[in-house]
């Protein structure tokens, strides 16, 4: 059985002399049995008295219990070729009643501590700091960011308990923790939707992330915590938060602010406009052309204010109710067509319109987008030839691109941008009317989509106005 078996057997006596080595171990050390008969174990482990030395087997043998020298003691044997390598020794006392003996199997663990500097040299070179502790909770290992995050040099750290890191008012319960995950032990984050904090050396708090990996190690279960210090991440998390709180606060401020303000404007205006209104029919008779003239001037303006007033609430409002739906884009442009009929018809306008999407949509917006921008396209026509419209869609990167195409007055290459402006107009009112509000709802439409709208113009030859929609989820 000892010939068999595949580790290095080496029988001593109580003089520490070699009275039999096994198969393996002569194939390991380059001996014959012969050669090591009588020889003493130094002769294959010669440092072992550095570790044990030689008074120590002067009293082992009084009363004998097996034992092991590991790795840590760094033990090295040698073959008869010179070759040194690193081993682990157990020692087994044989009691025959009338001879003591010690049977020693000798491992050469040169693979494993090559594979322990490997793992070493990973954990070293981490960005994250990382830490092993043993079933017990006692750190074996930490590399250079756990020394910088937590302000401990290595020594004070390496044999401590892993609580040493847990700030005092989590420490109670972390070796509880500690447990259950050596009773279950998979990888995964630690404190599942806990906030979780490591303490520092000078008794600073810093909010952090862990992973936890249990490992083998020399036949060992481990845990490697893997820590990540987060302190920049919430606070950027609360910044986020507290602006969006600002803006949210600030949106209902102006949107109660739209409203009263409208609200309180249209009060007097209405007055105004019914006011006029009887004068103008009542009271005409009393007024010469000139104040007729300024009455009708007063009609107007203030029935335009009114409108401006009702576009302005109604931007303030757009998106309110917002309820993404498969809109049908071909349907929805044929009702656009009809409402316009009446225009279309006396402008003698040509509408051509190509295959349109269905998509992902807030089906009352897109009308409002695509009937104002039919409705410039037949307003600012040219007034020398009959206008021709078009209204196609292009499937592009993650989204579709929309034209409405006309062959109007056009617009100045400086005017491109500000045209999308709340009441930006370029022409006087006379001219054509208007209130300067439809292209901002556009604008706040393609926006609500996450999309965006632009023009391309030469001026005399027309325009066409581009809006993207990128595909949305419900
Ligand atoms: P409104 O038409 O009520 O004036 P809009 O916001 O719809 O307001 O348009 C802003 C301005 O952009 C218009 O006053 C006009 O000068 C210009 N514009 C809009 N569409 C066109 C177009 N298709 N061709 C030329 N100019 C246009």
Partial sequence: MLEAT?????????????????????????????????????????????????????????????????????????????????????????????????????TDISERIKSNEQFRLIVESALNAMILTDSTGKIAMINKQTEVLFGYERNELVGQKIEILVPHRMRQHHPEHRKNFYAHPKARPMGAGRDLYGVRKDGTEIPVEIGLNPIQKDGEQYVLASVIDITERKKSEEAIKKYTRQIE??????????????????????????????????????????????????????????????????????????????????????????????????????????????????????????QNLISNAIKYRNPDIAPEIAVSARQVKKGWEFVVTDNGIGIPENQKENIFNLFHRLHARNKYEGTGIGLAHCRKIAELHN???????????GSSFYFFIPLLLQ
């Fill in 451 to 461: 999309g965006k709208i632009w023009v391309e113009s030469e001026i005399g030859k």
């Fill in 6 to 106: 595949p580790i290095a057997l080496v029988l001593i006596n109580e003089e520490e002399k070699i009275i039999y080595i096994n198969s393996f171990a002569e194939n390991l050390f380059f001996y014959k049995k012969i050669e090591l008969k009588g020889q003493a174990l130094e002769a294959l482990l010669p440092d072992i008295h550095r570790v044990k030395p030689p008074e120590f087997w002067k009293n082992y043998f009084i009363n004998p219990t097996a034992f092991r020298l590991g790795a840590d003691d760094d033990l090295t044997a040698v073959t008869k070729t010179g070759r040194i390598f690193p081993v682990e020794v157990r020692m087994n006392p044989i009691d025959t009643g009338e001879m003591m003996y010690i049977l020693v199997a000798i």
């Fill in 249 to 370: 606060e600030k949106n209902k401020e102006l949107e109660e602010f739209t409203n009263v303000a409208s609200h309180d404007l249209r009060e007097p205006l209405n007055s105004i406009i019914s006011l006029t209104e009887l004068l103008m029919h009542s009271k005409s008779d009393q007024l010469d052309e000139e104040g007729k003239k300024m009455l009708d001037y007063i009609s107007k303006s203030s029935t335009r204010m009114s409108e401006m007033i009702i576009g302005l609430l109604e931007y303030a409002r757009m998106g309110k109710s917002k309820e993404l739906t498969r809109v049908n884009l071909d349907e929805l442009v044929k009702t656009v067509l009809i409402d316009l009929e009446s225009s279309i018809n006396s402008s003698n306008s040509k509408i051509y319109v190509d295959t349109l999407p269905e998509i992902m949509a807030y089906a009352m917006e897109m009308r409002l987008l695509f």
